[in-house]
Nanobody, 125 residues
């Protein structure tokens, strides 16, 4: 059984940093991604990292502030978030793809097979 354990969320002031972790058990994975969902809004793509080469993809809002990485030895995906803003407040979800998918699909929920339960990130102004 595949299990994704997210951690690292919390309350931080504007300009602060958080590091989210997604520890995976039960299988290895190809690509990993992070999505977020703010109250009353659709779940949106934040960042992804491919399985081959570890190439990162970011939404425009994340570029320059967030860094996605992976540790295959630990079967974990990370999201380092710097210079956080109140508009980053959301529940952040980790997602995994079993096999290789297109860059286009990695930016949508279609590209992923497994999802975590989410971790709350709240940025105060």
């Amino acid at each position: 059984q595949v299990h994704l354990a997210e951690s690292g969320g919390g309350l931080v002031q504007s300009g602060g940093s958080l590091r989210l972790s997604c520890a995976v058990s039960g299988r290895t994975f190809s690509s990993g991604g992070w999505f977020r969902q703010a109250p009353g809004k659709e779940r949106e793509f934040v960042a992804a990292i491919t399985g081959s080469g570890g190439w990162p993809l970011y939404t425009d809002a994340a570029k320059g502030r967030f860094t996605i990485s992976r540790d295959d030895a630990e079967n974990t995906v990370y999201l380092q978030m710097n210079n956080l803003k109140p508009e980053d407040t959301a529940v952040y979800y980790c997602a995994l793809a079993k096999s290789s998918v297109s860059y286009r699909d990695l930016r949508t929920r279609i590209g992923y097979d497994y999802w975590g339960q989410g971790t709350q990130v709240t940025v105060s102004s």
